[in-house]
């Protein structure tokens, strides 16, 4: 799981690392509003 992880292209990681970003702050301010 881990050796799949580091495998991956770091562009790769920080796009799925910007989409998780993005939602998690999409769901904060839904939650706070």
Same mark, same amino acid.
């Given at each position: 799981?881990?050796? $799949?992880?580091?495998?991956?292209?770091t562009? $790769? =990681?920080? %796009?799925?690392?910007g989409?998780?970003?993005? =939602?998690? %702050?999409? %769901?904060l301010w839904?939650v706070?509003?």
């Open positions: 799981m881990v050796e $799949q992880l580091f495998s991956l292209p562009a $790769q =990681l920080r %796009a799925i690392g989409v998780t970003l993005v =939602l998690g %702050a999409i %769901a839904v706070r509003h």
